[in-house]
């Protein structure tokens, strides 16, 4: 099970990372964005630390207080939970 959860996170966290240089990729050649509820939905769903490294990674995002805020935010909570399961 354990191996089943991390690897999951293992994509999720890749995906994260993903959408956020996909995202900045196409904010740069002026193309259709993906929408911001799906990198936060992304990022909820097990990519928070993917999402967060691909922000400052790509330079994408870290003008928007909600997601300067938001992606740390999510990871701690992601963290939290982690060290509560493991207890």
């Known amino acids: ?5 991390l690897g999951y996170l293992l994509i999720m966290n890749i995906l994260g ?3 956020m240089a996909i ?8 193309q259709w964005r993906i ?6 939905l ?3 769903l ?5 999402t967060w490294m691909g922000m400052y990674t790509f330079h994408h995002k870290t003008k928007h207080w909600y997601f300067v805020i938001g992606m740390p935010a999510i990871l701690l ?6 060290y509560y399961l493991c207890l």
């Open 1 to 5: 099970m354990t191996k089943l959860i």
């Open 17 to 19: 990372m993903a959408v």
């Open 23 to 30: 995202d900045k990729s196409r904010a740069i050649r002026k």
């Open 35 to 40: 929408p911001e509820k799906t990198l936060f």
């Open 42 to 44: 992304v990022s909820l």
């Open 46 to 50: 097990g990519g928070s630390l993917g």
């Open 77 to 82: 909570i992601h963290i939290g939970i982690a």
